[in-house]
């Protein structure tokens, strides 16, 4: 494994590392004003909620790594604290990407990179007419992390009033991952489409809690034919008992101290995971408990 | 369009906007010690880099939103203000998925979700072994943004040490996204694979910026054939000279005034377009803009 402290390396290549590992990043494509009433929309990455109660975000137009010297953004948000943050649907990512050059004070990104100024309701800045999801922001603070090239600004933005297309969201009135395509941003040139076979879903855990891989049964927790995820996911279950179809055993015996006991014959094992691994990787996870505690020999 | 107010929308609607809207986003899995010694690790996808010099690190361990209490990690951190961030990957997602239910304070997720403690070298905090990229933080700040359910707590951390598997570097030496395979965080139950399939290039800015789309010949700008991709490729060359191959034309006619009066005839347009989409879908914008100016007439 490489070790490496900031101090003793390059910044461009500790930078590198930075966006490789901290990623897929979420883009907000931040529209600000200036006092004189000059609009300005610039991307970052270095965005994400914080919160929903209120609801908080966070982006930082840091200082250029090239020269120290503060963004358009920023310098607009210290004369008008606000700031409309859309966001970068696949479709328009090369758009906003042209608007990430550094044009000088006064040149229109919006024209620059093609994109329609709407006004907003509750804020000076313009929306981007082309987003999706356009959220109206008052700036709650700013937190200077350093003065060098590189150093990040944290810009604490309170959301307004959000304005939502009806086209993105689903049947169930959530937004569908599908319908917005979002595009997210990955190190060096890299960008992620976040759409299609690319998504995945995992149950979450409610507030009742899953029992752990550490509470499943010794022989399947350290099976060589189970991945994490395998075990993961029957580490997801409440409790076991309710996956019992056998009232006897349901009724007399403590069931994680019976699966922990069962034991499959070594000739069996094969047949036994790849069945279990069907059943996780279709995502039944009941059935795949079932089938375990079918098949383990009852030591009554 | 749909506009709602914070206030005036479910607070379980509003943060399903607001999650389903901002991503895909990083996920930190984040490790933490209490004062007696007990460790703890659960993943944030309010999280992301703020700056690299110093390298700064924002999470939110937000107030639960049933019951407005404040998480073990953040408990921890006002007992001791250290951290390690480790990534997550795909393959490792189900597990840190479980460990993010509450479990009570000292129940260690480690064991619950199956990871392995690594001893760190500048913080108390342990590493989680099966992170291929793991972040030694001080804690420098933390700011509370709300008290009630789903407020947002901003953890400010500076990364003093950074541990890399060199698995995950490609032969540049930078961080190969399909060989660290991040898993992002995405609304409702989604989340996304950042590697294969989902990943595209767009060649990034440097210090000379794009001439802009409203510098594009009116033709090209508003032809209905070309998206706001193809527009934006076009618009990123620095400037046009460099692309033309006839002498005389470089020396006699500014450049951008000579294509912006060129004109293609009606009955050539589907063809002359088509071939353009063709060269920037390839990512030969060099080529585009060649075809570009060898077709357009020669007003001389």
Not at 90 to 105: C, I
Request: aromatic letters at 8%; charged letters at 20%.
């Amino acid at each position: 494994m490489l070790s490496l402290r900031p101090t003793d390396t390059g910044q461009r290549q500790f930078h590198s590392y930075m966006l490789g590992a901290i990623a897929p990043r979420p883009i907000a494509f931040v529209s600000t004003i200036d006092q004189s009433g000059n609009p300005n929309v610039s991307p970052f990455s270095f965005f994400n909620a914080m919160g929903t109660n209120p609801p908080i975000l966070v982006f930082s137009p840091s200082r250029s790594g090239r020269t120290g010297k503060t963004k358009n953004t920023y310098d607009n948000i210290l004369e008008v604290p606000e700031a409309v943050v859309n966001v970068v649907t696949v479709s328009m990512v090369h758009q906003a990407s042209l608007a990430s050059g550094e044009y000088p004070k006064g040149v229109n990104e919006f024209e620059k990179a093609g994109f329609t100024q709407l006004p907003s309701e509750l804020v000076r800045p313009f929306r981007v007419k082309e987003s999706p999801v356009q959220m109206e922001c008052k700036i709650r603070d700013t937190v200077e992390t350093g003065k060098g090239g590189g150093a990040g600004i944290i810009v604490i933005a309170e959301i307004l009033l959000i304005h939502l297309e009806e086209t993105i969201l689903g049947t169930d009135g959530l937004i569908d991952p599908d319908k917005i395509q979002l595009a997210g941003r990955m190190g060096s040139d890299f960008y992620c489409n976040a759409s299609g076979t690319s998504l995945f879903r995992i149950p979450q855990p409610g507030p009742v809690l899953g029992i752990g891989i550490d509470a499943l049964p010794d022989q399947i927790r350290t099976s060589s034919y189970l991945t994490g995820k395998h075990l993961a996911q029957l580490a997801s279950v409440n409790s076991l008992p309710e996956y019992f179809d056998n009232a006897s055993i349901k009724k007399n015996i403590a069931p994680l101290g019976y699966i922990k006991k069962g034991k499959i014959p070594v000739n069996r094992e094969k047949q036994f995971y790849r069945k279990i691994i069907r059943l996780l990787d279709e995502g039944n996870t009941t059935g795949a408990w079932k089938f375990i505690l079918k098949t383990l020999p009852d030591e009554n």
